[in-house]
C-alpha cells in the first residue's frame, strides 16, 4: 500500500447487518484492524504477525490476497517475492510448493488465505482481504468460496479497487461487507453507496470529521491507511471514526482501548 496507485486505500471492516461478528463492538470508540499482521514485532503477513495482533485483542487482521500460478491465494503484499522472503520472482509465476519452500526474513513460511482465514477463526476475529486492482473476477469468487468453506463469510471485509468489483460482489456475494476507496476512483460517497459499498477508506489527511459525518449520512463507515502515531490515534477517534489501521496494534493496548 505504499505505492501511489494504491495509496488511497487500505479498506476494511464489516457492517453490524452483514457481519454478526461485531455485534460485540457495540460501545467501543472504533474497531482495531492490524495492517499486515504485528509487523512492526514480526515479519508481515506470517501467521506470527497475525497471532501478535490477536494477542494485543486487534478486532480485524488485515492481509493481501494474490494468486499463486497453480491457483493458491496466498497472503503477500508485493506482486513478487523478492523484498519480504528468501525466494525470488512474481508470485503468479511461483507454485504453491515452491513459495511453501522459502522463508521470511526472520524464517516464517508464507502462508495461505485459507490458513489465515482458519488461524482467524479460532482466534475470533475478522479478516480484511485488500485484494488488488484485479480484473478477473473469478479471483472475488474464489476469495469468496474460501470464506464460506472456513465458515467466514460474514466475517471477511473485501476491499476493492474499481467500481467493477464493488458491482460484481454486491450483486454474486451480497452477504460479503465490501469497502472502496474514496475519492479515488472517483465515486461520490452517494455513488459508493448505492454500488453496494458498506465502508470507504481513505488517506489520513482527509478523514476529517466532517468527512467522517458526510460518511456517515450515507450509511457508510470510515477508515484510512494505517495511522502510527498515538496522537493521530487519538484525534480520529475524537472525530468519530469507525476504525483505526495500525502497524503496531500495542497501540490499542497503551492507549487503553
Known sequence: MKKICISLLALLAAVATRAAAYDTLDGKPAIWVAHRGGNVEADENTLK?????????ADVIECDPRLTKDGVVISMHDPSLDRTTSGKGKVSELNIAEIKSYRTKSGEQVPTI????????????????????????????QLAALSARCGMEKNVIVGLWNNAQLKYMSEHHPEMATCISWPWPLNSLKRAKKLGASWVGTLVPLASRRMIQRA??????????????????????????????????RLQKELGF
Not at 233 to 243: E, H, M, N, V, Y
Open 114 to 141: 485459507e490458513e489465515i482465514l482458519e488461524f482467524a477463526k479460532s482466534a475470533g476475529i475478522s479478516v480484511y482481504l485488500d485484494t488488488k486492482d484485479e480484473k478477473n473476477m473469478d479471483y472475488l469468487d
Open 216 to 249: 456517515h449520512q450515507q450509511d457508510l463507515k470510515l477508515i484510512t491507511l494505517e495511522i502510527n502515531d498515538p496522537e493521530t490515534l487519538r484525534q480520529k477517534i475524537s472525530f468519530g471514526i469507525d476504525a483505526l489501521q495500525t502497524d503496531n496494534p
Open 49 to 57: 504477525a497475525y497471532q501478535i495482533a490477536a494477542g494485543y485483542g
